[in-house]
Nanobody, 119 residues
Framework: QVQLVESGGGLVQPGGSLRLSCEAS????????MGWYRQAPGKERDMVAT???????NYASSLKDRFTISRDNAESTMYLQMNSLKPEDTAVYYC?????????????WGLGTQVTVSS
């Protein structure tokens, strides 16, 4: 199993920045890719950014100019640097990991961290 714990959320004013962290534990060597997703009230959960073990990144097109995903494999931690935050970025942000054990793929989720952008 893989456990994911997010941190770093909070209340920030428009234009501000936040850095989210996701710490993975458990069978971390099975992880192939990790990512950040977010879900605003009344909306579906959407992909924010993903990163593979090799460092290949993918972003939601509307966010790539303001958000940066990174990963410290040695510390099993993933980050999301969010700049120039807007009220519409308000959401619960979830950490996601995809792992493969044998020929079986697994998907893991953290419990989420709330990000609120408001003046």
């Amino acid at each position: 199993q893989v456990q994911l714990v997010e941190s770093g959320g909070g209340l920030v004013q428009p234009g501000g920045s936040l850095r989210l962290s996701c710490e993975a534990s458990g069978n971390i060597f099975s992880i192939n890719a990790m990512g950040w997703y977010r879900q605003a009230p009344g909306k579906e959960r959407d992909m924010v950014a993903t990163i593979t073990t090799g460092g290949t990144t993918n972003y939601a097109s509307s966010l790539k100019d303001r958000f940066t995903i990174s990963r410290d494999n040695a510390e099993s931690t993933m980050y999301l640097q969010m700049n120039s935050l807007k009220p519409e970025d308000t959401a619960v942000y979830y950490c996601n990991a995809l792992s493969e054990i044998g020929l079986t793929e697994f998907e893991w989720w953290g419990l989420g961290t709330q990000v609120t952008v408001s003046s």
